[in-house]
């Protein structure tokens, strides 16, 4: 359904000036193609889901596709690719990255006890551990049983660095992504690893689908030419040391090695999931049976899950500052995908969204407030208010409300 709006209302980050929902799922064309980088100023051009001519999106349409690979043949290719890598000498011939959420549970024991692989896994710790979450994170070592090394962020750049992310992009997560981006590759170059495994493949959620076969050293990303211009939290490098000090050192961990170190080595950053068929909630149950993985003892604000993105207390306010920003939340993400895998329909998800979408995420909010030293005031009023696109929002009577929804519900349809 396409819903027409004046062309006096801006739409920022690049968005689609109309609002077009998926006829399968909950998604929506606002969604940008890549929410993992989320990196959009008001004025940013950014690609955003796509739709085919019979207005399905792209997640969509890979959900179908899965439906007709040959996952035999593909887990030969696997079979192939580990031979090719895999050390008898006691070396690691593999890096899973992961935090111990049930994705890195599942690739890591898979790969160590099914293919006999011998995975280093690593580690960027969230920025406010849950306590559910960090008992996941030793489960997944001491009863899994891996080797891990975790990168203890500078506390005072960290929490710099993700106040600034807050203020200037609205986007909670932007400088945390980007150290956890860089870690494994940093790492897999240090110690000589040429293959890098993540878990779900980014066709699942409608991203572009890359090639599954990647060398970090062709990525146009990894290069220092213009260090003093390259930007962090929304403030160039030369700012953030002249007017935030921040040392180089400290700042270094967010950025990828410098071109010279890529040349000299080659990585491979493999998806598990071009592989071996990829369902969030089989990989939940696999990690509670094999390394004791916990889901939340409640639900987690802005969704009905309680497995989902829940070590890191930001999490949810992440979710949150997404819905601000796009007109989509914690819930559309769930629901969408447990429609395309069958275990909902698109009526219940529909109905979970107008219960569950845009929550405010109440319970662990002044934790993150005082952990960044951000008055609450300012973040839900002034900032949230900020980054809300006119094309998405209307205020009526003193009251914010999407012009837009996929139940058609909203103060325009």
């Known amino acids: 359904m396409s819903n027409p709006k004046p062309d006096n209302l801006e739409a920022y980050y690049g968005l689609p000036h109309d609002v077009v929902f998926c006829k399968k799922c909950c998604y929506s064309n606002q ?51 580990l031979a090719k890598h895999r050390r008898t000498d006691g070396g690691y011939d593999c890096i899973v990255p992961g935090s111990g959420g049930k994705d890195s549970v599942y690739a890591a024991h898979v790969l ?142 967010f950025l990828p090695a410098p071109r010279e170190e890529y040349e000299r080595g080659k990585v491979e950053v493999q998806y598990l999931g071009y592989y071996l068929k990829w369902l969030p909630q089989e990989s939940y149950y696999y990690a509670v049976k094999h390394a004791g993985f916990e889901a939340r003892p409640h639900r987690t604000d802005g969704t009905y899950s309680k497995y989902l993105g829940i070590d890191d207390k930001i999490d949810d306010l992440n979710y949150y500052c997404y819905f601000i920003k796009f007109g989509f939340g914690h819930c559309t993400e769930d629901a969408s995908q447990e429609i395309r895998n069958g275990h909902i329909t698109r009526d219940e998800g529909k109905a979970l969204v107008a219960r569950f979408d845009g929550e405010f995420p109440e319970r662990y909010f002044m934790d993150v407030m005082n952990h960044l030293g951000m008055d609450p005031d300012y973040f839900r009023n002034e900032l949230t208010d900020k980054f809300r696109s006119p094309h998405l929002w209307v205020k009526d009577n003193g009251i914010w409300k999407l012009r837009h929804n996929i139940n058609g519900t909203g103060y325009n349809d």
Not at 34 to 59: I, M, Q, R, Y
Not at 137 to 148: A, K, S, V
């Open 112 to 253: 160590k006890y099914k293919y006999g692989m011998n995975p280093l896994t690593v580690t960027w710790p969230p920025i406010l551990y849950t306590d559910y979450g960090y008992r996941n994170f030793r489960n997944w070592i001491d009863i899994g049983g891996f080797d891990n090394i975790s990168f203890n962020q500078n506390g005072r750049a960290m929490r710099t660095l993700t106040r600034l992310s807050i203020e200037n992009l609205f986007h909670p997560f932007q400088t945390f992504i980007l150290g956890q981006k860089q870690l494994a590759p940093k790492l897999a170059l240090k110690f000589g690893i040429p293959l890098i495994f993540y878990g779900e493949h980014e066709a699942e959620f409608g991203n572009p689908i890359a090639e599954t076969n990647s060398s970090l050293q062709d990525s146009s990303y990894h290069t220092y030419d213009n260090l003093d211009d390259l930007i962090l939290g929304g403030i160039p490098i030369r700012q953030l040391r002249e007017d935030y000090g921040l040392s180089l050192n400290e700042l270094m961990p």
């Open 31 to 81: 969604r940008p193609s890549s929410t993992k980088e989320f990196n959009h100023t008001k004025d940013s051009k950014k690609v955003t889901l796509a739709f085919d001519e019979e207005g399905v999106c792209d997640a969509c349409r890979f959900a179908e596709k899965k439906e007709t690979i040959d996952w035999k043949a593909r887990e030969e290719q696997l079979l192939e690719l």
